[in-house]
């Protein structure tokens, strides 16, 4: 947002890049893909090595903690990448937060002034695309919300999704939901997020 890279800019993708579950960019190996369509691919597909390339020129993890802490979550940090990322091991501060923290902080991204209106409404566009968010909160709200979201899976149990919701003629929400040590099934999780999000709906409903 500050100029200092290029979302039109050209990023090589090597067979070596490639890490589990890339659906978009292991088409592109041996091109170059933008760095904006890299950005989609992570949060529209949840793309793990488009995610690692956008993190590379953001600096790597430790890049994103210290922007972290400068916007104010002194919680949340990124130690690791993808895959390595989503372990998940009890009792590990890598590569965590708390749902406090990350509502705190997608506020701050998307309502707050962090970035500009323009970088705000891209960010939007792209969560509002998300493809792989269906089974989980967007499968609880009423079909006249809109929602933008990122989904979440890693090792002991462990399921997630963040989202800015807008319900019809109120204001928008930011909600994060994560679970973790579960022996539930990868459905049953998505099922008890669709559910968290059903009684959300509820509730804001019978606010008006």
């Known amino acids: 947002d500050v100029g200092d890279e290029d979302l039109s800019r ?3 993708i090597s067979q070596s890049d490639l890490v589990t579950y890339s659906p978009v960019t292991e088409t592109w190996v041996g091109q170059d893909i933008s760095l904006a369509a890299l950005c989609d691919a ?11 390339k956008v993190l590379e020129a953001l600096g790597g993890p430790d890049a994103v903690t210290t ?8 919680v949340t940090q990124l130690d690791r990448w993808e895959t390595e990322l989503n372990e998940a091991t009890p009792g590990d501060l890598r590569d965590t937060t708390t749902p406090a923290a990350m509502v705190s902080s997608l506020h701050e991204l998307l309502l707050g002034e962090v970035l500009s209106p323009a970088a705000q409404a891209t960010l939007t566009q792209w969560l509002e695309g998300n493809e792989v968010g269906g089974p989980l909160l967007r499968a609880g709200i009423p079909d006249d919300w809109r929602i933008g979201d ?4 890693g ?5 997630s ?3 800015i919701l807008w319900p019809p003629s109120q204001a928008p ?10 022996d539930a099934s990868m459905e049953q999780r998505n099922a008890a997020i669709a559910a ?9 409903s019978s606010m008006q």
Request: no cysteine; hydrophobic share 45%; charged share 15%.
């Open 150 to 153: 990122r989904t979440g899976a």
């Open 196 to 204: 968290i999000g059903a009684a959300l709906a509820e509730t804001v």
């Open 10 to 12: 050209q990023v090589p």
């Open 173 to 182: 929400l930011i909600a994060a939901i994560y679970l973790t040590q579960s």
């Open 42 to 52: 992570t949060l529209r597909t949840s793309d793990n090595t488009a995610a690692n």
């Open 161 to 163: 999704v963040v989202a």
């Open 155 to 159: 090792g002991h149990g462990s399921r």
């Open 67 to 74: 922007f972290l802490r400068a916007m104010g979550d002194e």
